[in-house]
C-alpha cells in the first residue's frame, strides 16, 4: 500500500491550508485513516482521525478549527484546517490502517508564521 500527502506549505496565522491523503495498491479494506504531526522536538501525536463508519475523533488543540473528511470511494482523506496557528507548524504524516498493516505517507511541512 501506498500512501502519498500532498498539500502543504506556508500559511499566515489565522488561514487555512487543505491537506490531502491518497492510498493506493493492494488495498483490502481501510479501517482508518489519520493525521499525526510532528513539530522539531516533539512526539508525533495524533491530529485527526475517521475510521470505516465515518466516526471522527480530533486532538483537543485542533477541535473546532480542523476537519477530517475521506472519499471512500477514491481511499483519499482530508484535512481542513482552519484559523491556523504558529503551534500547528509540524510535519504533517497520513496514517492508513488497512486489514493487513499500518502504512504512513512521507509527510507534508505545515508553516504557520507572519
Known amino acids: 500500500v501506498q500512501v502519498v500527502e500532498s498539500g502543504g506549505g506556508l500559511a499566515q496565522p489565522g488561514g487555512s491550508l487543505t491537506l490531502s491523503c491518497a492510498a493506493s495498491?493492494?488495498?483490502?479494506?481501510?479501517?482508518?485513516m489519520g493525521w499525526f504531526r510532528q513539530a522539531p522536538g516533539n512526539r508525533r501525536e495524533l491530529v485527526a482521525q475517521?475510521?470505516?463508519?465515518?466516526?471522527?475523533s480530533y486532538a483537543d488543540s485542533v477541535q473546532g478549527r480542523f476537519t477530517i473528511s475521506r472519499d471512500y470511494a477514491k481511499n483519499t482523506m482530508y484535512l481542513q484546517m482552519n484559523d491556523l496557528k504558529p503551534e500547528d507548524t509540524a510535519v504533517y504524516y497520513c496514517?492508513?490502517?488497512?486489514?493487513?498493516?499500518?502504512?504512513w505517507g512521507q509527510g507534508t511541512q505545515v508553516t504557520v508564521s507572519s
Open positions: 496514517n492508513v490502517a488497512e486489514a493487513h498493516g499500518n502504512y
Open positions: 495498491g493492494r488495498i483490502t479494506r481501510i479501517e482508518a
Open positions: 475517521i475510521r470505516s463508519g465515518g466516526g471522527t
